[in-house]
């Protein structure tokens, strides 16, 4: 994977995002961190290797764990990696701030694998934090 190759996709991601946001400007969002409790919540975050890649550019490695009720990068009621959050963050709101918004969801994950593709990105799509720590992994394995 080359590395223009992926600062593109990253510029192409970043775009996408925005869209996003744009498009749930309307949610009432009240930052309380209740959609971060997955199994709290009944979900589970997913995501494609190409945003776990760009989470961790843009956030660095996530302070706290990846569990099955908790994201690494929430701290009480507060995202710590606001404006690299993938987009199961964007689309997914608690019932009080509009509910989950399964087309753009839907829509924009093809777009996601289209650009991660256009970029030789594998296109694992996947828990999270599985995905981070797999990318933590493979860096620690290159050092050693």
Known sequence: ML????????????????????????????????????????HRLYATRLEALFLVAKSGRPPGEFTENSCGYQEG????ARGGRVLGCRAFFCGEAGGHSSDLHEETLAEIRGIAREAGVDAEYGDLGVLIQSLWDAQEAKVH
């Open 3 to 42: 590395a223009d190759a992926l600062k593109t996709a990253f510029r192409s991601l970043e775009e996408l995002y925005r869209r996003v946001d744009r498009s749930s400007a309307d949610k009432s969002c009240r930052a309380c961190g209740m959609c971060c409790h997955f199994k709290d919540f009944g």
């Open 77 to 80: 009621s507060h995202c710590l």
